[in-house]
């Protein structure tokens, strides 16, 4: 969106954006950045430690300048309000994680349906482009129902289980209260645990109060928000490094950019989507061992164990998939070819996922 000046003080002072058709040489553009997650965590980092500053280079290339109001954390939009937010225009520019939306971007969490898939954010996110790229219907939801582009897509690292307990056998998990993002907790159903959703911002306390006895996430998140703390067991399970969050536009902001500024944008966003996984991945190394000399119990579970897990969910990634299909979305379409990718790819699944 361009502002002209010396109307950008005015309008920055009160949140207003003005647009107008056309740049010319020396156009500020304005853009109110936001995520319910707080700045520490990883996709927030990137946000506004790889995509902010790509912009405003490649915009001072082309003789803009471009200004980000960057607001984490929830103080404008919560983990579970960024998908209207931007729709609406409360903000110009989201990230969130898809799985807060589990009705409205019901696919987009696919990953989820798929435990045990990449074990590493780089081979997450280059399948989960490969898909994005070949079924439009992926990214066409954002513009089509919710008024807004999807610009980048960004990974996490493999998902774990922090526990405020020890556990040798995955026995000993039924009955435990475990959480999880929501699409998730089939994970720990399968096994008898009993599961309770849950959103980042509520982990710690939870943890530390009782209200679950563990919780399936990462090992960035456990170190950037001290999980390890109130639950100092964390089993490397193997789960997958999931791709299910996005940065997006408002559409009627996108609409009324310059072609080069839209193409610089999605030159950032794509540049900070390819350096997200390997950033990840070492990330994902130094946090265990933070954690580790922190006090935290960490292992890695037992083959055994983890194929009795693996079994117990092997029917689940076809059911989502028909489900979706029963909503008139390329369920299966999709998580076939999640299948097939990650195997070019050299994914070896414990179990091998047949979706009929």
Sequence with gaps: MKLKQPLLAAAASVGFIAVAGGASQGDTF???????????????????????PRVKAKLEALGHTANFNEAYGGSIVNVAETLEGVKDGIVDIGGYCFCFEPSNLFLNVYPLWMPFDSQNATLGTQVARKIYDEVPEMGNIFEEKYNQTLLSLFGFDNYGLYTTFPWTDVSELKDRKLSGAGPNLPWVEALGATPVGTTLPDVYPSLQTGVYDGVILFPSVG???????PAPNYTIAGFGAKTFHGLTINQDVWNDLPPEVQNAMMEAASETEEFTGPWLDELEATNLGRMVQNGANIRKIPEEARLSWAKSLADFPNERAKEADSKGLPGSKVVGMAVQIHEDLGHKWPVRYEIK
């Design 223 to 229: 170190w950037s928000h001290k999980l390890f703390e």
């Design 30 to 52: 304005n853009f109110r950045m936001a995520s319910g997650h707080a700045p520490q965590t990883g996709y927030v980092v990137m946000m506004s430690e790889q995509f902010v």
